[in-house]
């Protein structure tokens, strides 16, 4: 299995931007779909974003317009362009490959989680 390896995250003042990287020990982000996801205490990790090899992408309606998820493959690299963001953006995410986007978007993901990388934002 590839090792993921999330970075970027941080503490962001209400409306700021951060970019998260997802880096692979392999090169699944050419084989796979690759999505992010969220997960905040007490709750289920849900979906965020997701990118197929051919480009195709989706996003949960919460973060429609504001978030962007993009794939460096050369770099085994998935980025996730946020802007606009809000207090109720504050979890700690993660990234991880799956066979389709409607798979991926269901959490039905390939490999182990990784450790994540905590974002928080303040009012």
């Known amino acids: 299995q590839a090792q993921l390896v999330e970075s970027g995250g941080g503490l962001v003042q209400f409306g700021g931007s951060l970019r998260l990287s997802c880096t692979a020990s392999?090169?699944?982000?050419?084989?796979?779909?690759a999505g992010w996801f969220r997960q905040v205490p007490g709750k289920e990790r849900e979906f965020v974003a997701a990118i197929s090899q051919g480009g195709f992408t989706d996003y949960a309606d919460s973060v429609k317009g504001r978030f962007s998820i993009s794939r460096v493959n050369a770099n085994n690299t998935v980025l996730l362009q946020m802007n606009s963001l809000k207090p109720d953006d504050t979890a700690v995410y993660y990234c991880?490959?799956?066979?389709?986007?409607?798979?991926?978007?269901?959490?039905?993901?390939?490999?182990?989680w990784g450790q994540g990388t905590q974002v928080t934002v303040s009012s």
């Open positions: 991880n490959v799956g066979p389709t986007i409607q798979q991926i978007t269901r959490a039905q993901v390939l490999s182990s």
């Open positions: 392999g090169r699944i982000f050419s084989i796979y779909t």
